[in-house]
């Protein structure tokens, strides 16, 4: 059953602005989109060529691309201003102000909740247990829905614990909320997981969502590329609605630089390096006689639970060093969240923690 007859029900009759781009024409004397006639590189400035034009909505080549790199269907891909925008449209597209609902846990995302908010979407989570490292009882989330939720996400490896929620989980709550919601799967980290992603379940389960990114694993925070995959009917509505041009043509061709096969080879050799990092600095702060607990973490980071998060966050803030304060998160007492960084790096933080300053 599609999941259309959940999205609100006056975007079925929905235009989206019809922007020069989307007409389906092309030719070669350009006068239908008010631009430049002068493309400013030919003009002598030092930018790159092009960009007196408009950019493709939905650059075919980039959709292409990244739908074979994530194993999926050009047409079940909609790529957009980093995963804030596909979860922001998604907000927007199902969730009637005031009265719908959007179900997911705590500790999670931050953006989950301030895009419900802003939506005016009832925000319901279900509290975690940190001694119980986090595990996710399906049942518990499933009782906080009702005839009114349409979104329940499930951030996995979640960020800021670290841990991993898949397969049989993922598709027992598809099932469940079968024709009532989407369930969003939110895998910014997976590459850094070693799983198969949770959008090879969209074949058997149309009410899953799955959320992508370039900025993590790729290295290309600066250049906002996310993506949504999804059945074909919820990427037509949320291409529907998004922005006439939600994607700079600079960032467009820098993803396809960051996805070509020799930048993959490296990116995966960066991402072996990380793992293996992330395992050496969880090995060595779990004998730190400062440390109290360390969260096994399928992502680039690790939660890590001090004695006294405060003094651990100044004395490497003292060497330099910034990490995530989430002391103040309920469940979180004296924790913080160490993202890893090269080598060098990690060997700074643990000599700044281990009291030898420099
Ligand atoms: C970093 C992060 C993202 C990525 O967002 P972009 O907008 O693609 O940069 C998405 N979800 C989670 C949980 C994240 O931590």
């Not at 020069?20 to 930018?47: C, K, M, Q, T, Y």
């Not at 993959?264 to 390096?273: S, V």
């Not at 060595?284 to 006689?289: D, I, M, Q, R, Y």
Request: proline content about 5%; charged content about 25%.
């Amino acid at each position: 059953m599609s999941l259309l007859a959940r999205a609100r029900p006056e975007l079925a009759a929905f235009k989206p602005y019809a922007s020069a781009r989307r007409s389906g024409f092309d030719a070669r004397i350009r006068l239908d989109a008010n631009e430049s006639p002068w493309d400013l590189r030919e003009e002598g400035v030092d930018v790159d060529a092009g960009l007196n034009r408009y950019p493709s909505p939905q650059p075919s080549q980039l959709r292409a691309r990244l739908a074979a790199v994530y194993g999926t269907d050009p047409a079940r891909l909609w790529i957009g201003r980093g995963s804030d925008e596909a979860i922001d449209l998604l907000l927007r597209a199902f969730c009637r102000a005031g009265r719908d609902n959007v179900v997911a846990f705590a500790p999670t995302f931050g953006m989950y909740r301030i895009g419900a908010a802003l939506q005016g979407a009832d925000y319901r989570a279900l509290a975690l247990d940190a001694d119980d490292d986090f595990v996710l009882a399906p049942e518990k989330l499933l009782a906080l829905c009702d005839d009114d939720t349409k979104l329940v996400i499930v951030c996995s490896p979640n960020n800021p614990s670290g841990t991993l929620y898949h397969g049989r989980l993922i598709e027992e709550l598809a099932t469940k909320l079968a024709g009532r919601a989407l369930l969003l799967v939110d895998e910014a980290y997976v590459e850094f997981a070693g799983v198969q992603s949770a959008s090879a379940l969209i074949e058997r389960h149309a009410n899953i969502g799955v959320l992508r990114t370039l900025s993590k694993a790729h290295a290309l925070a600066g250049e906002r590329i996310g993506s949504l995959i999804a059945r074909e009917d919820i990427i037509e509505l949320i291409g529907r609605i998004a922005a006439p041009y939600p994607l700079p043509t600079l960032s467009v061709r820098a993803a396809l630089a960051a996805l070509d096969a020799n930048t993959l080879i490296r990116t995966q050799a960066r991402i072996d390096i990380l793992i293996d990092e992330r395992e050496r600095v969880a090995r060595t702060l779990a004998l730190s006689p400062f440390v109290r607990k360390v969260w096994p973490s399928a992502a680039n980071f690790l939660l890590v639970r001090f004695d006294d998060s405060r003094a651990a966050f100044e004395r490497l803030l003292a060497a330099g060093i910034l990490v995530r304060d989430f002391s103040t998160q309920a469940g979180l007492a004296n924790c913080l969240r160490i993202t890893i960084g090269k080598p060098d790096e990690n060997d700074a933080l643990l000599a700044a923690l281990a009291g030898d300053v420099r």
